[in-house]
């Protein structure tokens, strides 16, 4: 049996980074970004305007906005149950892995939410008449529901800002977020609001496009790290294991210092061709850079580093990549961006730093930011 082609971590971030469109950067549209990164996340919509924006240059802000405005982007439930804005031509596909977690079937949920499986089936039907041609705020969308005897019991869920009872909805297929009303959230119908929706295939139709299309940003990558990002682990072992097996000759194997992953076939020789990554990137919180992989790769993330990145309540930090690596953490304050270098780190020049800096007040729409650089304190980056 021949042995799977060797490979360095920095070629790997080297191989992200361009994929990625960070380096170098693109002038592609914000839904060309977000179909190349499989979605980006939208649970705190600035973050998604500033990872599209520090991708793009010039780095503009509103490139989400006209996105969003030309219908060539929608806003819906996808991975990890998150906000994620996706081209709605390419969505279904992902929203039918998500289908597959099922965790409204499971009793400690139904325990919780006081919501049934067969609620949850007639919410479907019913979500896709009443928002079929229309937009509709929460507020009115649920009181229309909770009029219908059956959902009377249930309009504290229906009405959770956390949307628990409305994610299996968008994962059918029958509800996404809609243009905001006076800042209020709005729902309605992808298929009758977006004229590229398509109809959302099978999983294992889903499976082979939505894996190709991980592996084409974040690969190489293991079958378990591509079901912490879709699903946070939620995906049958045995299904996970036959979408893989099924992609045959699609797939690579390869060696990334000792570890063992899979790739697109098409990219391989490609990736053995790259150097390893150097320079910097300042990026935002919640990047799908970091999402990807997600935190808890080492290769991209030191372990005793990743409470700095990884924060209470699911938050991401911004930032600082130096050569491929998370090296540090960053934020605004003021006129100024301050630098927090983890103990150990490369640090990368300072005329790098001010140019990264420059790129990150265009995606803000600020005039200048003074970079301040410190030291991540010690006992913090440990955690």
Known sequence: MTSPPELAWGQVAAWRLRRQH???RTTRTAAQVASRLCGVQAQVRSAADLAVALRRSPAAPGAVDDGLADLSLMKTWAMR?????LPPHEAGAYLA????????????WQRVSGVTPRQIDEL?????????????????LVTELVADGRFAAIEGPLRSGWGQVLKPLAWRG????????????????????FPT???IPTADAAAPVVIAAYLGAYGPATPEAFDRWLSLNATSRLRLRRWFAD?????????????????????VEE????????????????????????TNDDALLPAPHRAAVSRASGWISPVVVVDGRIAGVWEISDDELVVSHFPGSTRPPADALDAEAMHVAEARGLSRLRVRQASYPVDAAAG
């Open 81 to 85: 149950g998150t906000l994620h804005l």
């Open 97 to 108: 892995l998500m289908q597959t977690t099922g965790f409204w079937l499971r009793p400690s």
């Open 271 to 294: 990736l053995i061709a790259t150097p390893p990554a150097s320079g910097v990137r300042l990026l935002g919180g919640f990047d799908q850079y970091v999402l990807g992989p997600g």
């Open 124 to 140: 479907t039907e019913a979500v896709a008449s009443i928002l079929d041609g229309v937009v509709r705020t929460r507020d009115q």
């Open 22 to 24: 960070l380096d170098p």
């Open 197 to 199: 929706w398509e109809p």
């Open 174 to 193: 029958v509800l996404c977020h809609g243009p905001d009303q006076d800042n209020a959230i709005t729902f309605t119908r992808p298929a009758s609001r």
């Open 247 to 267: 992609m045959g000759d699609q797939l690579s194997e390869v060696d990334v210092d000792g570890r063992r992953a899979w790739m697109l076939a098409e990219h």
